[in-house]
C-alpha cells in the first residue's frame, strides 16, 4: 500500500487514484528567464523519483509539465539582453531541457507553454468574472478571494490572519488586499493578447489552472511543486479552478517538496545565494546531485554545500565500486574444483528477497527514499563481504549469486533514476500526448536494435571514444561527453573517471 503525504489534510494517505492503475500529475514548471538553480532543480529530481517509483508500481503515469514563456521577470531579461521576451524564453526553456536530459529526469508526457494556452485561459476568467468570481478594474482583472469560502484550505490560513499578517501594498483597485491578478493590462511595448479587458496577458496562477484542467481534467491525482509554491501559487489555483468548475477537489493529493539551503538560508534568486544545476554538472557527475536528493526525505530541507557535494560522491562511489567489483568477478574464469552451492549462498538468496521488500517499504511510506538508499547500501555491504570471501574464487554458485546481486542493486537504484541511461531525443518531443502505446514500440524497436549491434568493439576504438570523450569535457561539451558515455554503456562498456585523472573501462 503506496500512502503519500496530502499537503491538504497535513497526513499521509493511501494513494487512491482517481482511475485505477493511472496517476495523472502536474507539476509546476520552470519560469524560463534564466539557469536553474539547484534549490528548483530539487523539484524535478523529487518528482522524477516519484514518478519512477509509481510507475515500478506499475502505474502509468500522464506527467503534466509547464512553460511559464510570459512574465515580468522574462520582460526584464529581454530588456536587459536587447532581446524579445520570446528569445528569452525559449534561450532558457532549450537550456532547461537540456540540463533535465543531463540529470536523466525523465521527459513530462506533456509541455504546454503559457503562451500557446491564452485563448484558454481568456475564456477561464470570461466565465469567472460571469460567476462573480472575478472583477476588472482599467484593464485588469482580479480574482474576488472573498467570493471564493474555501480560500486558505491548502496553506491553513484564514483571510482575516492574513489581511492582519501580510504587508500587503493597498491597491485602491482592489476590493481585498488579497486578491490577485488573473489578467494583466499590458504596458507599451509589453507582449499583449486581445482580451475583452483589451490587450494584456494572463496572470502566473491562472495559467497553471488553465493547462493542468485541460490536459489532466478536474480532480485529477497528483499536483507537486516546492513548498515555496503553496502560498499563494497553489492556494490560487485551487481557488480558481475550484470557482470555475463548481467543483471540488481541483487535486486529489497535493506534494510539495523541502527547500535546498546554504548555511540555513533557502536558496533563491533574491536572496543571490543560488548555485547553477549546470555549474555542479562541470564538476560532478549527475547521479552525485541526484544521490543527494536521495539522502534525505523529498519534504526535509537539504543543507547544500561543498560537503554535502562530497559526501553524495562517496556515497555514489561506494555503489560504482560494488558494480565494478562485480563485474569483475562476473568475469573471472571459474574454478574448476569449485564446491556447489553452500549455505552463504542460501543466505545470500534470502537477503535479497527481504532486501527487495524493505526497499519497496521505505518507498510506499511516503517516498522514504533515505531510508531506501540505506537498504541499498546493506546490500552493498553484504556483496562487498561476500566478493572478499570468495577472493579470487570465482564458482559457478558464486557467480549465479554475484550476477543475481548485480541485477538486484542495478535494479533497486533504476527505480530511484541512477545509474539510468540518457534519454534519446526522440523521446523528448513537445505534446506525444502521453501516449505510452507509441513509446513502448519504439522502444521495442530501440531494444532490438542495440541486442543486434551489441558486438565487441575493438579495445583501440573504445580508446578512441575515451580520448573524443576528454576531449569534449575539456571543451565544457557536456552533451558530447555524456552522450559517448551513455552509448558506450548501451553497448556494455563502462567508463570510470579516475581521482587521479584519465578514465578507465570496464564491460558493464
Ligand atoms: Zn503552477
Known amino acids: 500500500m503506496l500512502r503519500v503525504h496530502n499537503t491538504m489534510s497535513g497526513r499521509k494517505e493511501e494513494l487512491r487514484t482517481r482511475r485505477e492503475g493511472e496517476v495523472g500529475m502536474y507539476v509546476c514548471g520552470p519560469t524560463v528567464y534564466n539557469f536553474i538553480h539547484v534549490g528548483n532543480g530539487r523539484a524535478y529530481l523529487v518528482f522524477d523519483i516519484i514518478k519512477r517509483y509509481l510507475r515500478y508500481k506499475g502505474y502509468r503515469v500522464l506527467h503534466v509539465q509547464n512553460f511559464t514563456d510570459v512574465d515580468d521577470k522574462i520582460i526584464g531579461r529581454a530588456a536587459e539582453e536587447g532581446i524579445s521576451p520570446e528569445e528569452v ?91 490577485f491578478a488573473l489578467w494583466k493590462r499590458a504596458k507599451p511595448g509589453e507582449p499583449a493578447w486581445d ?3 483589451g490587450p494584456g496577458r494572463p ?57 535546498v539551503n546554504i548555511s540555513e538560508e533557502k536558496m533563491s534568486k533574491s536572496l543571490g545565494n543560488i548555485v547553477l544545476v549546470r555549474d555542479i554538472l562541470e564538476r560532478y557527475d549527475p547521479d552525485v546531485l541526484r544521490m543527494l536528493v536521495l539522502q534525505t526525505h523529498y519534504r526535509s530541507p537539504i543543507d547544500f554545500g561543498p560537503q554535502a557535494l562530497e559526501e553524495a560522491k562517496r556515497a555514489y562511489g561506494r555503489l560504482e565500486d560494488c558494480l565494478f567489483a562485480l563485474s569483475e568477478y562476473l568475469q573471472q574464469k571459474e574454478q574448476v574444483t569449485s564446491p556447489a552451492r553452500t549455505q552463504r549462498e542460501v543466505e545470500l538468496t534470502g537477503f535479497f528477497m527481504e532486501a527487495e521488500e524493505r526497499f519497496e517499504e521505505a518507498m510506499d511510506d511516503d517516498f522514504n527514499t533515505a531510508r531506501a538508499l540505506g537498504v541499498i547500501f546493506e546490500l552493498v555491504k553484504a556483496l562487498n563481504t561476500y566478493l572478499d570471501e570468495q577472493a579470487v574464487m570465482a564458482t559457478p554458485a558464486g557467480k549465479i549469486i554475484a550476477g543475481q546481486g548485480r541485477d538486484l542493486l542495478l535494479k533497486l537504484c533504476q527505480v530511484l533514476g541512477l545509474f539510468s541511461p540518457l534519454q534519446e531525443e526522440e523521446e523528448d518531443l513537445y505534446g506525444c500526448g502521453g501516449d505510452e502505446e507509441l513509446r513502448r ?56 573517471d579516475r581521482r587521479e585523472g584519465g578514465t578507465r573501462w570496464k564491460p558493464a
Not at 495559467?207 to 499563494?232: A, K, R, V, W
Open 89 to 179: 524564453a525559449r534561450r532558457y526553456e532549450e537550456a532547461f531541457r537540456e540540463d533535465m536530459r543531463r540529470l536523466r529526469v525523465l521527459p513530462p508526457d506533456v509541455t504546454p507553454r503559457a503562451t500557446e494556452y491564452v485563448e484558454k485561459m481568456v475564456r477561464v476568467i470570461e466565465a469567472l468574472v460571469e460567476k462573480g468570481h472575478a472583477y476588472e478594474a482599467e484593464g485588469d482583472v482580479y480574482f474576488s478571494v472573498t467570493s471564493f469560502p474555501g480560500y486558505g484550505k491548502l496553506s491553513g490560513r484564514n483571510l482575516e490572519d492574513m489581511r492582519a499578517g501580510e504587508r500587503v501594498e493597498v491597491d485602491p483597485r482592489k476590493r481585498h488586499p488579497l486578491d
Open 441 to 496: 514500440e519504439k522502444k521495442a524497436a530501440g531494444d532490438e536494435a542495440s541486442a543486434e549491434s551489441r558486438l565487441p568493439a575493438p579495445q583501440s576504438l573504445i580508446e578512441l571514444l575515451i580520448e573524443l570523450r576528454a576531449r569534449a569535457r575539456a571543451a565544457k561539451d557536456w552533451e558530447t561527453a555524456d552522450l559517448i558515455r551513455s552509448r558506450l554503456e548501451q553497448l556494455g562498456i563502462k567508463l570510470e
Open 203 to 259: 496572470g502566473w496562477h491562472i495559467e497553471c489552472s488553465t493547462m493542468s484542467l485541460e490536459h489532466l481534467g478536474m480532480g485529477f491525482d497528483i499536483h507537486g511543486g516546492g513548498q515555496d509554491l503553496i502560498f499563494p501559487h497553489h492556494e490560487n489555483e485551487i481557488a480558481q479552478s475550484e470557482a470555475y468548475t463548481g467543483e471540488e477537489p481541483f487535486v486529489r493529493y497535493w506534494l510539495h517538496n523541502g527547500f
Open 195 to 197: 482580451s475583452p479587458w
